[in-house]
Each structure stands twice: as C-alpha cells, then as structure tokens.
C-alpha cells in the first residue's frame, strides 16, 4: 500500500526556519518525482516545489524561491522542504505527493503556522 | 506560467442533477496534461481525471472530463451527495510549476 505521511510542522515566528519531512512507503521512491503543495486556511491549493526521482531537477514557484530548498534522501524513501525567513502569507497546511506525472498519491499534510 | 480559471467559483445543485464545471488556461495546454481533483473538508485532495479525460481507477463513470487546448470541463452526470465538495483542475507534464485553479465549491443547493 503506498503512504505519504508528512510531519515537521508548527507555529513559528516570521523570519524563522522549519523543515518539513515526508517519508513514504509502499513504492518505489528512487523511481518517482515528489511534490509538495500548500493550502492556506479557507484558500485553494498551491504547488511549491517539485523534485525529481535522483534530485538532479528541482523547481519551485516565483513565492517561495531563495526561501525554501526542496532535496530528497532515496535511502530513507524520504523528501524534505527546508523553509527559511517564513512569511505570516506561508501560513497553510503542506501536503507531499508523489508524482506519477500526475499527483496520484498524497499525506494528510502539516500544518505550519507563521505568527508573531 | 499557465494559469488556470475556474468557474463558477461557486455551483449550487441538487442531487441528481447534472454539474458542469470549467477550467480555462492562458495558453495551450502542452499534450491536454489536464487533471481535476476533488476535495472534501478536511481531507487531502483525491485525483479524479488525468488526460484531460481518463479516469483514475475507482472513480465513479458519473465523473467525466474533457476539452482540449485551453478550454477543459469536467462533468458530473447525476449528482450523488458525496460529491458536493471542492474541485481544482490542474496542469501538469512539462514547465513546472504545475499550477492549479483556485478551484469550484459544489454545494447542495
């Protein structure tokens, strides 16, 4: 059965630094891209950033680019979302998906709150 | 960047009408790397149709997607009461970032 199970977040003050993680299980991760998208409470979905099956490729969107550094650990069938100088805006729950061209699989995602 | 809109931003229905939900792009999609995804409250998002008009493996045949270029629909024949929920259409494939709508709220009217 494959499983996407983020964890990392909590509230942090502006201008602080978390690192999300997403292990996953159940395939075989060297094989595939991985995906993190955010949703800002009561917002819509929001893709972040995107790393590739041997981490050679990474892309983010224009808001979060110089802040936050996607990479991945294929022993550990792990990815990571280092998140630094965060914004009351980066407020939202983060979701890690795997990426089968589409996003076929994805956590419950973790909530990271950016608050005085 | 494609950008993609969605309407309506709201659709109110009954059960077991029909629903027809749009998603337009700024600029061709590349292949119709289309998909649509569903949302319910509290919950990860789920992946409905991909291709612009494939099904995913489960989903209801009352869920339908088409459309081409620019111009994408995904419809839902008979609306059953676990389908009142949010819908995004994304694109995907070549030139990240992967964008979505800002998605379309089915409520029970």
């Known amino acids: 059965e494959v499983q996407v199970v983020e964890s990392g977040g909590g509230l942090v003050q502006p201008g602080g630094s978390l690192r999300l993680s997403c292990a996953a299980s159940g395939f075989n991760f060297n094989s595939y891209s991985m995906t993190w998208v955010r949703q800002a409470p009561g917002k819509g979905l929001e893709w972040v950033a995107r790393?590739?099956?041997?981490?050679?490729?990474?892309n983010y969107v224009d808001s979060v680019k110089g802040r936050f550094t996607i990479s991945r650990d294929n022993t550990q069938n792990s990815v990571f979302l280092q998140m630094n100088s965060l914004r009351v805006d980066d407020t939202a729950v983060y979701y890690c998906?795997?990426?089968?061209?589409?996003?076929?699989?994805w956590g419950q995602g973790t909530l990271v709150t950016v608050s005085p | 960047e494609i950008v993609l809109t969605q309407s309506p931003g709201t659709l109110s229905l009954s059960p077991g009408e029909r629903a027809t939900l749009s998603c337009r792009a700024s600029q061709s999609v590349y292949s119709n790397y289309l998909a649509w995804y569903q949302q319910k409250p509290g919950q990860a998002p789920t992946l409905l149709i991909y291709?612009?008009?494939s099904r995913t493996t489960g989903i209801s045949d009352r869920f339908s997607g088409s459309g081409s270029g620019t111009d994408f629909t995904l419809t839902i024949s008979r609306l059953e009461p676990e389908d009142f929920a949010v819908y995004y259409c994304q694109h995907y494939g070549a030139s990240p970032p992967h964008s979505f709508g800002q998605g379309t709220r089915l409520e029970i009217k």
């Open positions: 790393i590739k099956e041997d981490g050679s490729d990474k």
């Open positions: 291709g612009a008009s």
């Open positions: 998906a795997r990426e089968n061209w589409i996003l076929d699989y």
